[in-house]
């Protein structure tokens, strides 16, 4: 069973659109949760980390449940510029390896 | 400007020539590694460092080396490249497990 999970999309949507990405996790040892951004084959850049509360940056909202193991991403008001590849991101609480998910693709149409 | 940098960024090369990557980050962070990323499987970690003279092994080291001599240098080795090394490389660097990564551009790599 692969470490990180996601559905790859794509999830086509129009702007103003509310998208949501779930990500599941399947070693519950795992200590730190991440969404990363990437733009067409570019380097992956943090969005945002995920902590046991949740949190909010702006539009984008990260959710954490610990208990069903999957973390999740919710993007308010899209826009245009969000088309991208979202990246989930685990590291287990023992060593000090990073898992990525496969990604999955969003595409934000006019 | 705090970065990664990472060269060369696209090499295409022969079965068995060896060939560095070398990866360079500003910042002074301690945890480096070396990831690929192919299609469907996603980035995949090769290599990590914990601090000059740590490394470890990732989930696919098998084919690859590295160093870490110096903190702001951790050089990507392979020793006798194959065609299933093909892929695109990115290297990142972060002040500590629980911070941002901060990816270099990535190096494309193609072995003949």
């Known amino acids: 069973r692969k470490e990180v999970e996601q559905d790859p999309g794509p999830f086509n949507v129009p702007e103003g659109a509310t998208v949501a990405f779930n990500c599941t996790y399947s070693?519950?040892?795992?200590?730190?949760f991440f969404w990363y951004r990437q733009d067409c084959r570019k380097e992956p850049k943090l969005l945002m980390s995920?902590?046991?509360s949740g949190n909010e940056d702006g539009r984008f909202t990260a959710q954490l449940n610990r208990a069903s193991q999957y973390i999740s991403l919710l993007i308010r008001d899209s826009k245009l510029s969000d088309s991208a590849t979202y990246l989930c991101?685990?590291?287990?609480?023992?060593?000090?390896?990073?898992?990525f998910g496969t990604g999955t693709s969003l595409t934000v149409i006019p | 400007e705090a970065q990664v940098t990472q060269n060369p960024r696209y090499l295409i090369t022969v079965t068995g020539k060896k060939l560095t990557v070398t990866c360079s980050q500003n910042?002074?962070?301690?945890?480096m590694s070396w990831y690929r990323q192919d299609p469907g499987l996603g980035l995949r970690q090769i290599y990590y460092?914990?601090?000059?003279?740590?490394?470890d092994k990732g989930d696919v080291p098998e084919g690859y080396k590295v160093s870490r001599k110096e903190k702001r240098n951790f050089p990507l080795i392979l020793e006798s490249p194959s065609p299933n090394q093909t892929s695109l490389y990115f290297c990142?660097?972060?002040?500590?497990?629980?911070?941002?990564?901060?990816f270099g551009p990535g190096t494309r790599l193609t072995v003949t």
């Open positions: 991101v685990v590291r287990r609480v023992t060593g000090n390896q990073f898992y």
């Open positions: 070693n519950s040892a795992s200590q730190s």
């Open positions: 990142a660097s972060s002040i500590g497990l629980n911070y941002e990564q901060y």
């Open positions: 460092s914990m601090n000059v003279e740590v490394t």
């Open positions: 910042m002074n962070h301690e945890y």
């Open positions: 995920v902590y046991s």
